[in-house]
């Protein structure tokens, strides 16, 4: 089942970054493509976007019914389960609660002299958000990149989503009203990341784009970005979770698992302070597995990409949690809390064993957008502040500037930066 390290053997940092680096191969060629994506669409915009449509999810569109009307819209949401739309709303409730303890307020400060400085803060004008719509439908996600863009006072949410075969999920529309998207595009894939970064006849240029997506989404964010502002490159799902004695093998091994089951290449590790605990949670995934209905892919992940590994102490297990920085990390021992200030590197922590990692994906409050693949080294999770800007504000007294113009130009000359010096010297002399 799970491969089994020690990570008091030599060579153990190796093997384990080995393991992190999951197999993404093609990406050469998925540059070539991403990159002639985004050309067409730049040089033939509406008409470029309707063409890799017909050609890649075999939906026929024109550039009038690129965009869902109103009224569509509305029958959509009311096509969704009374009771999933209550979900969605009780889920939207808890993470526009968090996120609002995110606003970011605008402040200054007055000097001695009178001179003033500051910031200001300032809502985006209009965001777009990328919606995957291949192998599942992600409604949590439409909520949890819109509300914070919503909370933090963007304009305008525009929001792309593929509907292969001309499948609309009532579910993601439904989430869109909830959450406050204001258009919706069904279009998907490289071709709708160029859209919101040029912008066409139909589909708006948006300042930043947010949301995940496949290797051809990741792909064109990234090419994209200078453009436009983007919220991260993410790659595959993964989860760490630090389990001891106290940690039933079985809950371990699920919650591992739920982070599997999302496609193969997703990574989950356990890291554990006993062989014999590495032991129960491998004979706890070995029964469950027959009974999940995605065992295919999650015994691919775990195959491919999962790994149980032993430590000589709890200690010890946080350092290499902090050498992974996951995506998801949870401490299912005995006393969480005391390890909590260790943890310098994750995108969401889960603190005690009724802290599941799934609880967070849906409905717990803290957004599911997350630095992987090691970023949570230097990287935070989606929120409000994405969706603002920072302007500094510099109102310079007289008697400030005469002291300041001392300073810069003193400066200025010794960078060689002439016309610096004679601007900073004219407030100097009043």
């Not at 890291?271 to 605990?277: E, F, G, H, T």
């Not at 691919?300 to 709890?314: E, K, P, Q, Y």
Request: proline share 6%.
């Amino acid at each position: 089942m799970f491969v089994q390290l020690n990570a008091s053997v030599p060579g153990f940092c190796s093997r384990l970054d080995r393991l992190l680096r999951r197999d993404t191969a093609g990406g050469d060629e998925i540059d070539r493509v991403v990159r002639e994506i985004i050309a067409n669409v730049v040089a033939r915009r509406d008409d470029a976007v309707v063409g890799y449509t017909r050609e890649l999810d075999g939906v026929v569109l024109t550039p009038g019914t690129l965009e869902l009307p109103p009224e569509k819209i509305r029958d959509l949401d009311t096509q969704t389960d009374p009771e999933v739309r209550r979900a969605l709303e009780a889920a939207a409730s808890r993470i526009r609660g968090f996120h609002e303890r995110e606003q970011l307020a605008s402040w200054s400060y007055t000097e001695p002299d009178g001179t003033v400085l500051g910031q200001k803060i300032t809502p985006l004008e209009r965001v777009g958000i990328y919606v995957p719509g291949g192998k599942a439908a992600y409604p949590s996600s439409v909520l949890m990149a819109a509300i914070p863009a919503r909370v933090a006072g963007v304009d305008e949410i525009v929001m792309t989503v593929p509907t292969p075969g001309g499948e609309i999920n009532p579910v993601v529309i439904s989430a869109a009203r909830i959450a406050g998207v204001d258009r919706i595009f069904t279009v998907g894939g490289a071709q709708a990341i160029a859209a919101l970064a040029y912008g066409t006849e139909t589909i708006p240029a948006v300042d930043k784009i947010v949301g995940p997506g496949n290797a051809y989404v990741a792909t064109a964010k990234k090419m994209v970005f200078g453009r436009v502002g983007i919220d991260m490159i993410a790659g595959p799902s993964e989860v760490v979770v630090i389990a001891d004695h106290s940690a039933d093998p079985e809950w371990v091994a699920m919650d591992l698992f739920a982070q599997s089951e999302h496609d193969e290449l997703a990574q989950a590790i356990a890291i554990v302070p006993d062989s014999r605990i590495a032991g129960a949670i491998n004979r706890a995934a070995r029964a469950l597995l027959p009974g999940m209905e995605r065992r295919h892919i999650i015994d691919c992940a775990v195959r491919d990409n999962g790994a149980v590994i032993c430590t000589d102490s709890l200690e010890q297990a946080v350092a290499v949690s902090n050498h992974i920085a996951p995506e998801h990390l949870e401490l299912m021992v005995a006393d969480a809390d005391s390890l909590l200030p260790g943890i310098r590197n994750a995108g969401a922590v889960f603190v005690g064993k009724f802290s599941a990692e799934a609880l967070g994906d849906y409905c717990a409050g803290p957004n599911h957008v997350l630095p992987t693949s090691g970023t949570a080294r230097f990287s935070s999770p989606l929120g409000v502040y994405d969706f603002q800007k920072r302007s500094s504000i510099l109102a310079a007294s007289e008697q400030g500037a005469r002291e300041m113009s001392r300073i810069a130009t003193v400066l200025a000359r010794s960078e060689g930066l002439t016309a610096h010096e004679r601007a900073a010297a004219y407030r100097g002399t009043g």
